[in-house]
């Protein structure tokens, strides 16, 4: 009985102007849902030029590769970061970029499990600057001198451990140097 009710509905709004407009204005809806939410996806894929691999998390579970068709691991992600490749990480069902709490998530294991390279003395003064007038400055000041320490590392191709420790004291000379300009402690 409730097969016949079923096709007899479908069979009223068969040929039904009305009803086949909702129908497609609905279905419409749900592409250009669908397109917006691949676009945002992919809005850093167009930026950098490369493709960018999409990783998302849904809840209660781990966290899922989509290129791979798998689950993958944070120390996965991390070797993905280690060869430099893009990935986004977004929440399946919200659809929220999620990769830098990713990111930081493998920073705390990382810092957690051996040897850190952060001192509680720097990690303080990190959080000093959240609030304070140079918030924004002070991440641009750290992206920058990381991406010099690249650029000099591969420039070196390895060559000696004894430059890359003296790159070292220079940046932490730096530091200190910008630190005390701002009138916080090294």
Do not use: C, W
Request: charged share 20%; net charge positive; proline share 3%.
């Amino acid at each position: 009985m409730a097969r016949q009710s079923a096709k007899s509905a479908a069979d009223t709004t068969r040929g039904n102007p009305e009803t086949e407009k909702t129908a497609k204005a609905a279905k419409s809806a749900k592409s250009a849902k669908s397109a917006k939410t691949a676009q945002a996806g992919n809005a850093a894929d167009s930026a950098e030029g490369k493709p960018q691999r999409g990783i998302k998390k849904y809840p209660n579970s781990p966290l899922y590769d989509t290129t791979t068709s798998s689950y993958i691991t944070l120390t996965e992600i991390k070797h993905l970061v280690m060869d430099g490749q893009t990935f986004a990480v977004r929440d399946a069902k919200t659809g929220d970029d999620l990769t830098r709490s990713i990111l930081l998530q493998i920073i705390l294991e990382e810092e957690s499990a051996g040897a850190p390279m952060f001192t509680e003395a720097v990690l303080a003064n990190i959080i000093r600057f959240y609030g304070h007038a140079m918030q924004g400055y002070m991440g641009s000041y750290l992206e920058s001198n990381l991406q010099s320490l690249m650029q000099m590392q591969s420039k070196m191709g390895h060559q000696s451990t004894n430059i890359v420790s003296q790159m070292q004291e220079q940046m932490q000379k730096q530091t200190a140097q910008f630190f005390s300009a701002l009138g916080l402690k090294p």
